[in-house]
Each structure stands twice: as C-alpha cells, then as structure tokens.
C-alpha cells in the first residue's frame, strides 16, 4: 500500500474509531436487553488485557462474570478489583491447554451455576514481535490458540443453557488469520478453496493442515511451504480457530430453536497489550468493544458463523 492509502487506512480507521465510541455511549433500550443478572459469562485468560475488558464491560452491562485465569492468584486479583467496582465477578482457574483444567472447570460450572450463557473464548499466546517471525514455540501456539480453544467450545457446549435468545459462544482471532486475506494468506489455493468450502471443510482437514505444517518444522522445511509470511504459527493457528467457527456454526445450526448456540469470531484489532508488548492504535477498553457487542446483540439481529471486526461483518 502506498503513502497515500495508508493515509486513506488511517483516516478511516479514526472514523470508525469515532463512530465506536459514539455507539457504547447509546444504552441499550429494554427490549434490546435479553440478559439480566443470572445471566452468565465466562470469559478465559481474563487476568489481564481484552480479556479482562471483555469481563469488565459484561459485568458493567449487568451480566454475571467468571473471570478465568490460568493463575487462580491472578484471577482473584483481578475479580478483587472489578468487585471494588461493585461489579458482579467470581474468579476461576482454568488452563484451556490441560484437559484436567477444563473438565474440572466445567464440572464446577456445572455445581455453581447449573450452566453458563455466554463464552468468551480470548486466551492466546503469541511469541513474535515487531518483524520477528520465529516458530520456537509455534506447538504451543497452536496447541493454545486453536486446541485449547476447540476443547472449551466442545466441553461447554452441553453446558450452554437452552433459551428463547440463543446462548453465545463468542471466539476472540484475528485478521492475520484469515484465509484469503490480501496479505500473509495460504500460498496454496487448493487448500484455500478447501477451506473455504462447506463441501470440503472438515475438522479433518484442519488437523491435517496443522500437522503438516508442526512437520515440516521439524524437517526444516516449512519455509517453503507456502504458509501465512507474518507470526507464520500464530497466524495459521488464528485462521484454524476462524475456520473451525463456519464449521461448528453450521452443525450448530441443526438445533431446535430453544436449544440455539450462535459463534462467531472477531479480531480485535492491533491493541496495547502484554501480547504486542503495549504497541498498537487501540487501548484494551476499544479491542474488547466489538466482542462485548457480538456477545449482547439482541436476538433479531444475531447470525452466526461470521468473522467480524470493529462492529462490521468481514471476510474470512
Ligand atoms: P495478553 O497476553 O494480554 O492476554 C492473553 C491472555 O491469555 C492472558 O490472560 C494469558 O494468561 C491467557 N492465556 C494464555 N495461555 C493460556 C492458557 N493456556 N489457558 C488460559 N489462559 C491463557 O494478550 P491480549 O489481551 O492482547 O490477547 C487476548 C486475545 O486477543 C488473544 O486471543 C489474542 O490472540 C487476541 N488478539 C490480540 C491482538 C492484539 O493486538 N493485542 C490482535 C488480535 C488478536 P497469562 O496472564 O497467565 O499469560
């Protein structure tokens, strides 16, 4: 892109940006409000970052918020401080990467609360920074951002409560991640095709992507196999999740009405956090907005299986 349209990007990007803020100062009218104080959310990785934004502002709408954190010291102090805030909060530990983590999170879940309404998929890692790309840790990335993920929507799902407003399953990604974006896209357009058509996706394929890629890290030659160019790990671990998403979200779609789960997934943009080392254009409190709004739309205007991005639908 040239100097002058990345003016252009810029300016539009402070537009939108504006326009945002105008619309989290419009309360939502009554008949837009479906949740009330039962209703609960639960968000992962929420110690810190967009996480713990997406929690805040759920609970400032007036939902009720578990608050999880790999570090159940970390999410105490978070919850400690939401609650000085009189916000309604309860923290929990939960490593979306351990099976055991996970079962015993949901069990509780189940004891506490019976089931939960919302899920906020946002625990992540990503090991680059600035033009780094290294792949070191890219196991651990995939495992987290696309397994540990999978693992949370497959567990909770029993657990999502049937209701006239559907239960919510909203996955924190990224744009890097998108599979026919106009850059750091799949080099090859067979499996881009594949990945983008019902006819051909499939966990399976997924798996099989992923697993070609983690070995040809091990022989040495996943630089010439035509995988996404920036944060090459993170980025096909974001476009699995964005993928997965359309997919879950069409099985989803066989349920009765009453029994009705919308996902979908969104990029929060490039936001200062631990993540990006606190780079970015965005504060954590205008990368939560989009998921928070995804998460409480009223039921009329809800859809599911899309990607979206400063409260507009975009492509995958
Ligand atoms: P942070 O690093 O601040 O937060 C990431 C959170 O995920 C932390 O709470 C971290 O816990 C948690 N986490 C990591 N691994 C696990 C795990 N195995 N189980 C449970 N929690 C875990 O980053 P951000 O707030 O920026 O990132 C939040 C989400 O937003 C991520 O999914 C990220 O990929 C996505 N995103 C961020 C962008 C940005 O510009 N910041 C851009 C696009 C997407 P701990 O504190 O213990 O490390």
């Known amino acids: 892109m040239g100097k002058k349209g990345k003016e252009r990007a810029r300016e539009r990007r402070e537009q939108r940006r504006q326009e945002i803020s105008h619309l989290r100062t419009v309360p939502y009218s009554p008949h837009e409000r479906w949740w009330s104080k039962e209703t609960v959310a639960v968000v992962t990785g929420a110690n810190q970052g967009i996480g713990y934004e997406i929690a805040r502002q759920l609970a400032v709408h007036g939902l009720h918020v578990v608050l999880t954190s790999r570090?159940?010291?970390?999410?105490?102090?978070?919850?400690?401080?939401?609650?000085?805030?009189?916000?309604?909060?309860?923290?929990?530990?939960?490593?979306?990467?351990?099976?055991?983590?996970?079962?015993?999170?949901?069990?509780?879940?189940?004891?506490?609360?019976?089931?939960?309404?919302?899920?906020?998929?946002?625990?992540?890692?990503?090991?680059?920074?600035?033009?780094?790309?290294?792949?070191?840790?890219?196991?651990?990335?995939?495992?987290?951002?696309?397994?540990?993920?999978?693992?949370?929507?497959?567990?909770?799902?029993?657990?999502?409560?049937?209701?006239?407003?559907?239960?919510?399953?909203?996955?924190?990604?990224?744009?890097l991640g998108r599979a026919?974006?106009?850059?750091?896209?799949?080099?090859?357009?067979?499996l881009r095709e594949n990945l983008m058509k019902d006819e051909t996706l499939s966990e399976e394929l997924l798996d099989e992507m992923l697993t070609n890629f983690l070995s040809q890290l091990n022989d040495g030659t996943w630089q010439n196999g035509g995988w996404p160019q920036m944060y090459t790990d993170y980025s096909l671990s974001k476009l699995a999740l964005n993928v997965y998403t359309r997919l879950k979200a069409r099985r989803l779609a066989e349920r009765l009405d009453s029994h009705r789960v919308y996902i979908n997934c969104f990029c929060p943009g490039w936001v200062k956090t631990q993540m990006t080392n606190w780079e970015g254009?965005?504060?954590?409190?205008?990368?939560?907005?989009?998921?928070?709004?995804?998460?409480l739309l009223p039921v009329e205007?809800?859809?599911?299986?899309?990607?979206?991005?400063?409260?507009?639908?975009?492509d995958f």
């Not at 026919?180 to 067979?190: E, S, V």
């Not at 954590?284 to 989009?290: L, R, S």
Request: net charge negative.
């Open 301 to 314: 205007n809800i859809s599911s299986g899309r990607f979206y991005a400063e409260r507009r639908e975009i």
């Open 180 to 190: 026919n974006g106009r850059k750091n896209k799949i080099g090859d357009p067979t």
């Open 281 to 295: 254009n965005m504060s954590a409190e205008e990368g939560a907005d989009t998921g928070v709004w995804m998460a």
């Open 71 to 175: 570090d159940f010291d970390r999410a105490l102090g978070a919850t400690t401080n939401l609650q000085a805030e009189g916000l309604s909060v309860q923290p929990c530990q939960l490593d979306i990467t351990d099976a055991g983590s996970v079962m015993s999170f949901a069990s509780w879940i189940q004891l506490e609360h019976g089931g939960i309404d919302v899920l906020v998929n946002n625990a992540g890692v990503n090991f680059n920074r600035g033009a780094d790309n290294s792949v070191e840790f890219a196991e651990t990335v995939i495992k987290t951002n696309y397994y540990g993920t999978k693992r949370m929507i497959d567990t909770m799902l029993p657990l999502m409560r049937p209701s006239s407003f559907g239960a919510r399953i909203v996955n924190v990604s990224s744009r």
